[in-house]
């Protein structure tokens, strides 16, 4: 099972079936399918072959699926990259990969038209929304045709994806997935969802993203309907798109959710079509969770934890929310957790230790970098195999359910003591009026480290330092209470939603 099969057994089955909904454009499997070949069989012309690397720098749209597809079919290797990318880290991407397509629009050719004169592996570049000129490296992009190709002798061991992490303490990484792994993390997640052949799964996450990106992987797997958004900067217009298309699952990330939390007329829009909201990349704080379920009382809330490394990790199921809200869960299925602490040994219940992962949808390694890949991968319990290090630290309680705490890196070591950052902002989150917060390590002469804590309000909201202060030694042990509080208008974000604390410091 390659990952395109599902697709393709959808095309044939049910061609006339909507696939994708692109603000007034609608695009059935069929329509998607024909759009699929002909890029790819353009990009054979190109010299495209079997295991090459096929950039797509593409914003949410059908030309992005489609020339997923395309490179797929081919037996290629497809590379998403964010469209906000500037071009000297696409350059390097596209060094690093050696990549030999790229497929953009015409809108973006500030950015790549630099990255690609600087990339000597880039032989073709096709481009949406561009006239191009024949015998050229930049070309039109190909219109649906009936072109058709032989599938090539691919294995589920190939290479599907190259994903490169954001690069926040260095050069990015591209994280190597095959086939196998992407088609068991979709059927892993769709499963513990319950998706549904009849979803319209609303997706305002960049496909760059693979949060963003499985949203499409899980309904093509299922034959089900997925409304692209071009982003999440105008929450009331993807409201208006979801209350159109009568959505059914909504996946966002934190910040997401405070915007929709904040808008005054979220009452207004009839989203009772809703069944499943789903969070990743931050944990919500039990307050958000809180609101969120009161917002949307008849839709099912999964919060989930997971690294690009190996898709999804853990879930929370639903009917424990109220019982250890702040929990991430236990694992999902076809796959095995742990800690271990510093040594790699083992930890029982109720420790605190380094998460480790088991399972088929475990990365490759990193593109070229086997010093990377060795501190990540390493042998696992059966001999010859090998497991992933996720480099998070978790504490289970003495149920063996999972709690986030912090990258090994981020965690502040004030008074000889650890602080976790995420269970101070849990607290602070906790307080009435805050609208995001961000908890971070800075220098002192005294404490090691102190706790620092930059907190943005809600609109009319009026708080203090003391405020927060008080609030935090009512609810944390003294040694984990911040020190200092700074109001900020906003944070700093990734271009997958993520607070970005690197340089708050």
């Given at each position: 099972?390659?990952?395109?099969?599902?697709?393709?057994?959808?095309?044939?089955?049910?061609?006339?079936?909507?696939?994708?909904?692109?603000?007034?454009?609608r695009?059935?499997?069929?329509?998607?399918?024909?759009?699929?070949?002909?890029?790819?069989?353009?990009?054979?012309?190109?010299?495209?072959?079997r295991?090459?690397?096929?950039?797509?720098?593409?914003d949410n749209?059908?030309?992005?699926?489609?020339?997923?597809?395309a490179?797929?079919t081919?037996?290629a290797?497809?590379?998403?990259?964010?469209?906000?990318?500037?071009?000297?880290?696409?350059?390097?991407?596209?060094g690093?990969?050696r990549?030999?397509?790229l497929?953009?629009?015409?809108?973006?050719?500030?950015?790549?038209?630099p990255?690609v004169?600087?990339?000597?592996?880039?032989?073709?570049?096709f481009v949406?929304?561009?006239?191009?000129?024949?015998?050229?490296?930049?070309?039109?992009?190909?219109?649906?045709?009936?072109?058709?190709?032989?599938?090539p002798?691919?294995?589920?061991?190939?290479?599907?994806?190259i994903?490169?992490t954001?690069?926040?303490?260095?050069?990015?990484?591209?994280?190597?997935?095959?086939?196998?792994?992407?088609v068991s993390?979709?059927?892993?997640?769709?499963t513990?969802?319950?998706?549904?052949?009849?979803d319209v799964?609303?997706?305002?996450?960049?496909l760059?993203?693979?949060y963003?990106?499985?949203q499409?992987?899980?309904?093509f797997?299922?034959?089900?309907?997925?409304?692209?958004?071009?982003?999440?900067s105008?929450?009331?217009?993807v409201?208006?798109?979801?209350?159109?298309e009568?959505?059914?699952?909504?996946?966002g990330?934190?910040?997401?959710?405070?915007?929709?939390?904040a808008l005054?007329?979220?009452?207004?829009?009839?989203?009772?079509?809703?069944?499943?909201?789903?969070n990743?990349?931050?944990?919500?704080s039990?307050?958000?969770?809180?609101?969120?379920?009161?917002?949307?009382?008849?839709?099912?809330?999964?919060?989930?934890?997971?690294?690009?490394?190996?898709?999804?990790?853990?879930?929370?199921?639903p009917e424990?929310l109220?019982?250890?809200?702040t929990?991430?869960?236990?694992?999902?299925?076809?796959?095995?957790?742990?800690?271990?602490?510093?040594?790699?040994?083992?930890?029982?219940?109720?420790?605190t230790?380094?998460?480790?992962?088991?399972?088929?949808?475990v990365?490759?390694?990193?593109?070229?970098k086997?010093?990377?890949?060795?501190?990540?991968?390493?042998?696992?319990?059966?001999?010859?195999?090998?497991?992933?290090?996720?480099?998070?630290?978790?504490?289970?309680?003495s149920?063996?359910?999972?709690?986030?705490?912090?990258?090994?890196?981020?965690i502040?070591?004030?008074?000889?003591?650890?602080?976790?950052?995420r269970?101070?902002?849990?607290?602070?989150?906790?307080?009435?009026?805050v609208?995001?917060?961000?908890?971070v390590g800075?220098?002192d002469?005294?404490?090691?480290?102190?706790?620092?804590?930059?907190?943005?309000?809600a609109?009319?909201?009026?708080l203090?330092?003391?405020?927060?202060?008080?609030?935090?030694?009512?609810?944390?042990?003294?040694?984990?209470?911040?020190?200092?509080?700074?109001?900020?208008?906003?944070?700093?974000?990734?271009?997958?939603?993520?607070?970005?604390?690197?340089?708050?410091?």
């Amino acid at each position: 099972m390659l990952l395109h099969h599902d697709f393709e057994g959808w095309v044939a089955r049910h061609a006339d079936r909507v696939a994708l909904v692109c603000g007034q454009e609608r695009h059935t499997y069929g329509d998607l399918a024909r759009r699929a070949q002909s890029i790819a069989a353009a990009l054979r012309r190109r010299g495209v072959r079997r295991g090459d690397r096929v950039a797509l720098f593409l914003d949410n749209g059908v030309e992005f699926v489609a020339g997923m597809v395309a490179t797929l079919t081919l037996g290629a290797v497809f590379m998403p990259i964010n469209p906000s990318t500037k071009d000297d880290k696409l350059a390097y991407m596209l060094g690093d990969a050696r990549v030999c397509a790229l497929l953009t629009h015409e809108s973006l050719a500030q950015v790549w038209g630099p990255a690609v004169a600087s990339s000597p592996s880039v032989r073709s570049v096709f481009v949406a929304g561009h006239a191009g000129g024949a015998g050229t490296a930049v070309l039109p992009w190909p219109a649906p045709g009936a072109d058709s190709l032989a599938d090539p002798d691919s294995i589920d061991q190939d290479l599907a994806a190259i994903i490169y992490t954001s690069g926040s303490t260095g050069f990015p990484k591209g994280v190597m997935l095959t086939h196998l792994n992407m088609v068991s993390a979709a059927r892993s997640v769709s499963t513990y969802l319950g998706l549904r052949s009849d979803d319209v799964i609303l997706c305002a996450l960049p496909l760059s993203f693979d949060y963003g990106l499985y949203q499409v992987l899980m309904a093509f797997r299922l034959g089900a309907s997925v409304v692209l958004e071009r982003n999440f900067s105008f929450p009331v217009k993807v409201l208006e798109t979801m209350e159109r298309e009568r959505a059914t699952v909504f996946p966002g990330v934190p910040t997401m959710f405070s915007m929709l939390m904040a808008l005054a007329n979220l009452a207004a829009f009839d989203l009772s079509a809703l069944r499943i909201i789903t969070n990743t990349a931050a944990a919500l704080s039990e307050a958000h969770i809180q609101r969120l379920r009161a917002l949307f009382p008849q839709a099912t809330l999964f919060s989930m934890y997971g690294l690009t490394e190996c898709k999804r990790v853990t879930y929370l199921p639903p009917e424990q929310l109220d019982i250890r809200p702040t929990s991430v869960g236990r694992g999902m299925p076809n796959e095995e957790v742990w800690l271990v602490d510093d040594q790699g040994l083992r930890l029982p219940n109720g420790a605190t230790g380094e998460l480790v992962i088991r399972g088929s949808h475990v990365m490759r390694g990193y593109w070229e970098k086997p010093e990377e890949t060795a501190a990540r991968l390493k042998p696992g319990p059966i001999p010859g195999e090998m497991v992933l290090y996720s480099g998070d630290l978790f504490r289970t309680d003495s149920d063996g359910w999972l709690y986030f705490l912090a990258r090994r890196d981020d965690i502040i070591k004030s008074r000889g003591e650890k602080v976790s950052p995420r269970e101070v902002e849990n607290a602070i989150s906790s307080l009435e009026g805050v609208f995001e917060v961000a908890v971070v390590g800075v220098p002192d002469e005294i404490l090691g480290q102190a706790v620092k804590a930059f907190v943005t309000l809600a609109p009319d909201a009026s708080l203090s330092a003391r405020d927060v202060i008080r609030h935090c030694l009512a609810h944390l042990e003294n040694f984990m209470v911040p020190k200092y509080v700074e109001f900020v208008e906003s944070l700093p974000k990734t271009g997958t939603g993520k607070i970005k604390k690197t340089g708050l410091a």
